[in-house]
């Protein structure tokens, strides 16, 4: 089969490789139909995330039509049609029965490798990193669906696939980002990020009952669709101080809740410090460049919480834990717990409360990945979301 | 859930000739102190006042203290090795009371020089013997790892104890054989086909506790293992604490053995245990195409492309 794979820093290839195999009683094999870009996946396009190897298969965020299962599989048939959310979870263990899926505790046959790096370690992903797994990814034509009796959700009816499409990941991390804010109505919200991730936390906050939703960002394109799409006060960071006019914008109080929907490729607008980020990132004296989480806690209103969804992963630099501290703030996190939304939010979808399909922007062939890559980290052509079609 | 620390079995029955020995030095010197005239007539020294007053009960006094040393103390092969010391006196000895006497009595010296350089020879061996069974018990490997298993005590408990079970998460065993009675045969398995193999027992047995276990006699590597369970807090299901230890012979082949056991034991045993955690709350361990046999953190440089196989499944 075809299959997008990683060559190493900045370079993929659409390769040949051999065809998945039923590899645990409880997989399925599912013959890919949908398979977006993530921005995740930019992270490991630019060599940021350890332990990727030559020749990995990428993508985490994918649906398809199941073509053989496991003995152990009873609620799936072949020829089902399934969104396969990204984390990989078992169900059994205690992480997965309390609802944290992306920590399972059983999915990642290398945690030996991310404990050195975390600690402990979090759960296995699809095509992201031998540390998380190992596993190979969805960007291809087929992909092995480890514990399929439990993670991927069937869509029974005629949803065209890029309706239920992000299902798979961007919908739930931005509607977790937005539920972690611990909205109960009325909240103003402050949104770094107006990528795929961001927008749908924008507009899952309102969906949870916030009052004001601001969106940050330095595209004009992005800040328009969450103007126009997500209901959003746009606020371009390279024209205005971020910090100074939420104030502004909110009485003085700052927001009650700062999602950051950014990440460790943060950008900021003043070269010395983006410089200053950026080479030690390159020797790899600091991991991530933590622009939009830094200002995310300097802005939250005393006492308001800091949720952050972008993903991070090593260590940052000048973190300003004395403003969390002497300011009460809360800060919650995680890789999305996607098993945790896939049904209520497909129920969203089908009650038309909301269309997460309004975030894609661009549909390629599988063939035509690395471009999607390239076309989706330079921001060309108003590119906010890549869906590869098979 | 820590107790005491676990005894690393001995291969052979090597603390039994220091037993024997010492009870040897104790008949000795028991005799040379109380009947030192008999003792010097049999020897053949019974002409010199000198042996049967002083020489003899002196010797005597240190085959009493070489019989105490041997038969009560901790580390035994230093005292084999003040017997072959004294050993070496007395064949001097022996030999200088040989140069001036004639007759019955050098017979008698000569007879006495052929027995105790017999005792010398069997001193040295036990010597070389407990000199190395305690080198290997210096040697003695241990780990521990632990983990919480989210089912019942019980439940895990009753999986650990059919030991014929733990081949399917401990990679580095062949097969364990249950030939009842609390007795097993285990195999290991090596590069190059070779094997190691042993019979164990089961030493400790408490229901949904503790098992512990150790190699039988005459194992080439002697070995020990000691798992427990206990409730996990808050009703998370059950920790499970596992201490592993062996004796790798030295040389060649104890570094051989050291690899087939894993260079890295407490890895191997946090592996082994994530492994447990696997097959008992899904059913079997988790594989993905970079650990296509699954968890082996060792194996983790030559880990695969996260990419489909083309060759068949490893183990
Ligand atoms: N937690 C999870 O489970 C999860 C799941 C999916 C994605 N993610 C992460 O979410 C993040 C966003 O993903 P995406 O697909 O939307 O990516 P994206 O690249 O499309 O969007 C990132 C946006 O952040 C903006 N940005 C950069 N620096 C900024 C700054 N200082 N202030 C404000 N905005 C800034 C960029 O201009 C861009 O529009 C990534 O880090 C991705 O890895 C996390
Ligand atoms: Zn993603
Ligand atoms: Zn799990």
């Given at each position: 089969?075809?299959?997008?794979?990683?060559?190493?820093r900045?370079?993929?290839?659409?390769?040949?490789?051999?065809?998945?195999?039923?590899?645990?009683?409880?997989?399925?094999?599912?013959?890919?139909?949908?398979?977006?870009?993530?921005?995740?996946?930019?992270?490991?396009?630019h060599?940021?995330?350890?332990?990727?190897?030559?020749?990995d298969v990428?993508?985490?965020?994918?649906?398809g039509?199941?073509?053989?299962?496991?003995?152990?599989?009873?609620?799936?048939?072949?020829?089902?049609?399934?969104?396969?959310?990204?984390?990989?979870?078992?169900?059994?263990?205690?992480?997965?029965?309390?609802?944290?899926?992306?920590?399972?505790?059983?999915?990642?046959?290398?945690?030996?490798?991310?404990?050195?790096l975390?600690?402990?370690?979090?759960?296995?992903?699809?095509?992201?990193?031998?540390?998380?797994?190992?596993?190979?990814g969805?960007?291809?034509?087929?992909?092995?669906?480890?514990?399929?009796?439990?993670?991927?959700?069937?869509?029974?009816?005629?949803?065209?696939?890029?309706?239920?499409?992000?299902?798979?990941?961007?919908?739930?991390?931005?509607?977790?980002?937005?539920?972690?804010?611990?909205?109960?109505?009325?909240?103003?919200?402050?949104?770094?990020?107006?990528?795929?991730?961001?927008?749908?936390?924008?507009?899952?906050?309102?969906?949870?009952?916030?009052?004001?939703?601001?969106?940050?960002?330095?595209?004009?394109?992005r800040?328009?669709?969450?103007?126009?799409?997500?209901?959003?006060?746009?606020?371009n960071y390279?024209?205005?101080?971020?910090?100074?006019?939420?104030?502004?914008?909110?009485?003085?109080?700052?927001?009650?809740?700062?999602?950051?929907?950014?990440?460790?490729?943060?950008?900021?607008?003043s070269?010395v410090?983006?410089?200053?980020?950026?080479?030690?990132?390159?020797?790899?004296l600091?991991t991530?460049?933590?622009?939009?989480?830094?200002?995310?806690?300097?802005?939250c209103?005393?006492?308001?919480?800091?949720?952050?969804i972008?993903?991070?992963?090593?260590?940052?630099?000048?973190?300003?834990?004395?403003?969390?501290?002497n300011?009460?703030l809360?800060?919650?996190?995680?890789?999305?717990?996607?098993?945790?939304?896939?049904?209520?939010?497909?129920?969203?979808?089908?009650?038309?409360?909301i269309?997460?399909?309004?975030?894609?922007?661009?549909?390629?062939?599988?063939?035509?990945?690395?471009?999607?890559?390239?076309?989706?980290?330079?921001?060309?052509?108003?590119?906010?979301?890549?869906?590869?079609?098979? | 859930?820590?107790?005491?620390?676990?005894?690393?079995?001995?291969?052979?029955?090597?603390?039994?000739?220091p037993?024997?020995?010492?009870?040897?030095?104790?008949?000795?010197?028991?005799?040379?102190?109380?009947?030192?005239?008999?003792?010097?007539?049999?020897?053949?020294?019974?002409?010199?006042?000198?042996?049967r007053?002083?020489?003899?009960?002196?010797?005597?006094?240190?085959?009493?203290?070489?019989?105490?040393?041997?038969?009560?103390?901790?580390?035994?092969?230093?005292?084999?090795?003040?017997?072959?010391?004294?050993?070496?006196?007395?064949?001097?000895?022996?030999?200088?009371?040989?140069?001036?006497?004639?007759?019955?009595?050098?017979?008698?010296?000569?007879?006495?020089?052929?027995?105790?350089?017999?005792?010398?020879?069997?001193d040295?061996?036990?010597?070389?013997?407990?000199?190395?069974?305690?080198?290997?018990?210096?040697?003695?490997?241990?780990?521990?790892?632990t983990?919480?298993?989210?089912?019942?005590?019980?439940?895990?408990?009753?999986?650990?104890?059919?030991f014929e079970?733990?081949?399917?998460?401990?990679?580095?065993?062949?097969?364990?054989?249950?030939?009842?009675?609390?007795?097993?045969?285990?195999?290991?398995?090596?590069?190059?086909?070779?094997?190691?193999?042993w019979?164990?027992?089961?030493?400790?047995?408490?229901?949904?506790?503790?098992?512990?276990?150790?190699?039988?006699?005459?194992?080439?590597?002697?070995?020990?293992?000691?798992?427990?369970?206990?409730?996990?807090?808050?009703?998370?299901?059950?920790?499970?604490?596992?201490?592993?230890?062996?004796?790798?012979?030295?040389?060649?082949?104890?570094?051989?053995?050291?690899?087939?056991?894993?260079?890295?034991?407490?890895?191997?045993?946090?592996?082994?245990?994530?492994?447990?955690?696997?097959?008992?709350?899904?059913?079997?361990?988790?594989?993905?195409?970079?650990?296509p046999?699954?968890?082996?953190?060792?194996?983790?440089?030559?880990?695969?492309?996260?990419?489909?196989?083309?060759?068949?499944?490893?183990?």
């Amino acid at each position: 089969m075809k299959a997008n794979c990683w060559q190493g820093r900045e370079s993929l290839a659409v390769e040949e490789v051999p065809d998945p195999k039923i590899m645990n009683s409880r997989d399925a094999v599912v013959r890919v139909t949908s398979s977006a870009i993530c921005g995740s996946d930019l992270h490991l396009f630019h060599g940021y995330i350890p332990s990727m190897k030559k020749g990995d298969v990428l993508g985490h965020e994918f649906m398809g039509e199941v073509v053989e299962i496991g003995p152990d599989v009873h609620n799936l048939r072949i020829g089902d049609r399934v969104v396969v959310p990204f984390p990989i979870a078992c169900g059994n263990c205690a992480a997965c029965q309390s609802g944290l899926y992306s920590v399972c505790e059983n999915s990642n046959p290398n945690a030996g490798v991310a404990e050195r790096l975390f600690g402990h370690a979090p759960g296995g992903i699809y095509g992201y990193s031998h540390m998380l797994g190992g596993y190979a990814g969805g960007q291809a034509e087929y992909a092995r669906v480890p514990f399929a009796d439990i993670g991927p959700i069937k869509v029974e009816d005629d949803l065209p696939d890029e309706k239920v499409l992000l299902l798979s990941d961007v919908f739930p991390t931005g509607y977790m980002g937005a539920e972690m804010c611990g909205i109960k109505g009325g909240e103003v919200i402050a949104v770094w990020g107006a990528g795929a991730v961001g927008l749908l936390a924008m507009r899952s906050a309102y969906l949870l009952g916030a009052e004001r939703v601001i969106a940050i960002d330095r595209f004009p394109y992005r800040l328009r669709m969450a103007r126009e799409q997500a209901g959003a006060e746009p606020l371009n960071y390279e024209e205005v101080d971020v910090i100074e006019t939420l104030r502004e914008m909110t009485g003085g109080r700052g927001p009650d809740a700062c999602i950051d929907a950014v990440g460790m490729e943060g950008h900021h607008s003043s070269a010395v410090l983006h410089g200053y980020d950026r080479a030690k990132q390159s020797v790899r004296l600091e991991t991530d460049r933590p622009h939009a989480l830094r200002e995310a806690i300097m802005s939250c209103r005393n006492g308001g919480t800091v949720s952050i969804i972008g993903a991070y992963g090593g260590f940052v630099d000048k973190f300003p834990i004395g403003s969390l501290m002497n300011r009460s703030l809360t800060v919650r996190t995680g890789q999305c717990h996607v098993q945790r939304y896939t049904r209520m939010l497909l129920d969203r979808i089908r009650r038309g409360e909301i269309d997460p399909s309004f975030v894609i922007t661009h549909r390629l062939r599988l063939e035509d990945a690395p471009i999607g890559y390239e076309m989706f980290r330079q921001k060309q052509d108003d590119c906010t979301k890549v869906v590869l079609k098979l | 859930m820590r107790g005491t620390p676990m005894e690393v079995p001995d291969g052979t029955g090597r603390r039994l000739l220091p037993r024997s020995l010492g009870l040897l030095s104790l008949g000795l010197g028991a005799a040379a102190i109380g009947a030192p005239s008999q003792v010097g007539r049999l020897i053949g020294v019974d002409d010199s006042m000198i042996a049967r007053t002083t020489v003899l009960p002196g010797i005597g006094a240190r085959e009493l203290l070489s019989a105490v040393g041997l038969l009560v103390g901790r580390h035994p092969s230093g005292w084999v090795w003040t017997r072959v010391a004294g050993d070496a006196m007395d064949l001097a000895a022996l030999a200088n009371a040989m140069r001036d006497r004639q007759g019955r009595r050098r017979q008698r010296l000569g007879a006495t020089l052929a027995v105790v350089a017999g005792i010398t020879a069997v001193d040295v061996l036990a010597g070389v013997l407990s000199t190395r069974a305690a080198g290997a018990r210096r040697r003695a490997v241990r780990a521990s790892a632990t983990v919480t298993i989210n089912r019942s005590a019980d439940e895990v408990y009753r999986f650990w104890r059919d030991f014929e079970n733990l081949p399917r998460f401990m990679y580095h065993l062949e097969s364990v054989r249950s030939d009842g009675d609390g007795r097993s045969h285990w195999t290991v398995k090596g590069p190059a086909g070779r094997r190691v193999e042993w019979d164990a027992e089961v030493v400790e047995d408490h229901l949904s506790e503790m098992i512990s276990w150790r190699s039988v006699r005459g194992a080439r590597v002697p070995n020990a293992g000691r798992v427990r369970f206990a409730r996990a807090a808050g009703g998370r299901g059950t920790e499970v604490r596992v201490e592993l230890a062996y004796a790798p012979p030295g040389g060649a082949v104890g570094r051989a053995v050291a690899k087939l056991f894993g260079e890295e034991p407490e890895q191997q045993i946090r592996d082994d245990l994530r492994r447990f955690k696997q097959v008992m709350e899904t059913g079997e361990v988790v594989r993905s195409d970079g650990s296509p046999a699954g968890t082996s953190t060792r194996q983790q440089v030559l880990q695969t492309p996260a990419r489909p196989r083309a060759a068949r499944l490893p183990r």
